[in-house]
């Protein structure tokens, strides 16, 4: 089984419309969790951490369900510039720098 | 400005040969990675630094090899053992505090043919 895992996509919506997608990890004693963003050819960037209680940035919304070891992002009110590949990233253990990433959820916002 | 510069950004070699692909950063983090991505998939740790003159294999070592003599520099070696070189390279850091959230440099593409 893979340590974090993502839905590929495509996600197709239409500007303004509302789209969501999980990602589930393996492990159950993993300790942050991370959303970030991948343009095209870019390096990927952070878009934002993730905590237990839930957190907003802006249109933005994470979730984390530790019971069910999956995180969610929901992005509100679409923009053309939000297509792009969402990757979820997790740190597996507490004595542990590394993070695994998952293989990124597509997300293509049309006018 | 902080953050992580990655040279050069397009890289071609012939095969059989070895080729250094340069990480600098200036955010005073000690945790330094090198990743490798393919086209549609995942990121793959290749070695990852967390303090000077130290290193660790990441999941993909073979084929590569690394030093770690300065804190803000961390350059990777693609050999000529490494039998799929051609890849994106990716370059991160990250505090060893907190979270240890990441933050990359812009990339190397490398071209091996």
């Known amino acids: 089984r893979k340590e974090v895992e993502q839905d590929p996509g495509p996600f197709n919506v239409p500007e303004g419309a509302t789209v969501a997608f999980n990602c589930t990890y393996s492990?159950?004693?993993?300790?942050?969790f991370f959303w970030y963003r991948q343009d095209c050819r870019k390096e990927p960037k952070l878009l934002m951490s993730?905590?237990?209680s839930g957190n907003e940035d802006g249109r933005f919304t994470a979730q984390l369900n530790r019971a069910s070891q999956y995180i969610s992002l929901l992005i509100r009110d679409s923009k053309l510039s939000d297509s792009a590949t969402y990757l979820c990233?997790?740190?597996?253990?507490?004595?542990?720098?590394?993070?695994?990433f998952g293989a990124g959820t597509t997300v293509t916002v049309r006018a | 400005d902080g953050g992580i510069t990655q040279s050069p950004k397009y890289l071609f070699r012939k095969e059989g040969q070895n080729v250094t692909l340069s990480c600098e950063q200036n955010?005073?983090?000690?945790?330094m990675y090198w990743y490798r991505q393919d086209p549609g998939q995942g990121l793959r740790l290749i070695y990852y630094?967390?303090?000077?003159?130290?290193?660790q294999k990441g999941d993909i070592a073979e084929g590569y090899s690394v030093s770690r003599e300065k804190k803000e520099s961390f350059p990777l070696t693609v050999t000529s053992a490494q039998k799929n070189p051609t890849a994106f390279y990716l370059c991160?850091?990250?505090?060893?505090?907190?979270?240890?959230?990441?933050?990359f440099g812009p990339g190397t593409r490398l071209t091996v043919t």
């Open positions: 492990n159950s004693a993993s300790q942050s």
């Open positions: 955010l005073n983090h000690d945790a």
């Open positions: 990233v997790v740190n597996m253990a507490v004595s542990d720098y590394k993070l695994s």
């Open positions: 991160a850091s990250s505090m060893t505090t907190g979270d240890h959230e990441q933050y």
């Open positions: 993730v905590y237990s």
């Open positions: 630094s967390q303090i000077v003159n130290d290193f």
